[in-house]
């Protein structure tokens, strides 16, 4: 009899499949329960208790984490290898459990399987420190993705891939788009391309934002590579 599988979707929107059938958790906090046991593989019961129920007294977080986990169990049924509990670790069978984060941290080249941010649009109530270690996971895995994705970039520059260079100038400018420096290959490989009305439509977006957001203008360079995607657009117009 082959083992089953548990699939976890954490880039982007979360998902489980339990051997490609959804997984409905009834209770949030059982649901983040396993979501960090999925990363973390292991914790202790005060660990947990801390992450979840950090507002309770020591007794009653105690009480809900062993609630929580008698839940869990009952939702993953059938699963009795996928849990180790002992009086002070509980443990996630890293056999069992298949995460799209694990795997984009294995492969230094994998980019695809970062279809967003970490756990983007999750939400839980009453857990504050829950959600700090979430919104440092999502930090460090998109800086990760970024740091891929310009050393593509600028690979692709080297080697006069345009397509290649445009396409993850716009992940890079999708991702991060305050990234001026994305902006101005970008600028570069359009003027390259002759995608004059693309090149306009970007510096007049990347002037907006920072705008809006910023309260600046574009950066010296930025600005310098602008005025000399202007002039070649111009000239070929001319010819």
Not at 111 to 133: H, M, P, T, V
Not at 173 to 181: A, G, I, Q, S
Not at 190 to 208: A, F, T, W
């Amino acid at each position: 009899m082959m083992m089953s599988v548990l699939t976890v979707t954490t880039l982007g929107d979360f998902h489980v499949l339990l051997d490609g059938k959804p997984i409905i958790f009834q209770y949030k906090k059982v649901e983040a329960m396993f979501l960090y046991l999925s990363v973390k593989k292991h914790a202790t019961r005060d660990e947990l208790s801390n992450l979840l129920w950090m507002e309770k007294d020591e007794v009653t977080a105690r009480k809900n984490l062993r609630n929580a986990i008698y839940k869990l169990k009952e939702c993953l049924d059938g699963m009795d290898d996928l849990l180790h509990i002992s009086k002070t670790v509980i443990e996630l069978n890293p056999g069992v459990v298949v995460t799209d984060m694990d795997h984009f941290l294995k492969d230094e080249s994998e980019i695809d399987c970062y279809r967003g941010s970490f756990l983007q649009n999750y939400s839980i109530k009453d857990a504050d420190n829950f959600e700090s270690w979430m919104l440092e996971q999502r930090d460090s895995l998109r800086t990760v993705y970024l740091k891929r994705l310009n050393r593509l970039a600028e690979t692709s520059k080297r080697e006069s891939n345009l397509d290649a260079m445009e396409k993850y100038c716009k992940l890079i400018v999708k991702n991060d788009e305050f990234d001026e420096n994305a902006y101005r290959n970008l600028l570069d490989c359009y003027k390259l391309q002759g995608k004059y009305n693309n090149g306009l439509e970007l510096y007049d977006r990347l002037s907006e934002v920072l705008e809006k957001e910023l309260s600046i203008t574009p950066e010296l360079e930025t600005e310098k590579v602008f005025s000399e995607f202007l002039k070649d657009m111009h000239l070929r117009h001319k010819d």
